[in-house]
């Protein structure tokens, strides 16, 4: 991981259309329960509440967080709803995870809402 007293921040990626932004769906879900994928040594299973349904994620935060389960288990956060399911180490994950600074090497956090909100509000 990078040390953030020697962050650059990446380049702006390519503008994008409204419409493009639009296609994702971007929603508040809370994190039910927490539990590891046995055949992964980075991956954990969130059951993830959004109000009318529940969803199974995978994120790969083993290595990044000493417990998962107590430091995340509980909380709100942001999540793409509609990828295509994608099968990871034996178990289907039905969304995404947001999380800030995964992509520029620094320790992620979660993206969350400032306050609690309804699960299955929408982002954007």
């Known amino acids: 991981m990078v040390d953030s007293t020697s962050f650059t921040p990446a380049a702006i990626k390519p503008n994008i259309t409204h419409q493009d932004f639009e296609k ?8 039910e329960l927490v539990e590891e994928v046995k055949k992964s040594d980075k991956l954990v299973k969130l059951t ?7 969803r199974t994620i995978l994120v790969g935060m083993k290595k ?4 998962p389960k107590k430091e995340v288990e509980g909380r709100q ?16 994950s039905e969304g995404m995870m947001f999380d ?13 809402p400032e306050k609690p909100i309804p699960n299955g509000t929408r982002a954007g």
């Open 100 to 112: 800030i600074g995964y992509a520029d090497n620094l320790l992620p956090v979660l993206a969350v």
């Open 48 to 54: 993830v509440d959004f109000g009318d349904h529940k």
């Open 77 to 92: 956060a942001l999540f793409i709803v509609n990828l295509e399911p994608r099968k990871m180490a034996g178990e289907i």
């Open 64 to 67: 990044e967080r000493a417990d």
């Open 24 to 31: 994702l769906d971007v929603r508040v879900g809370t994190i």
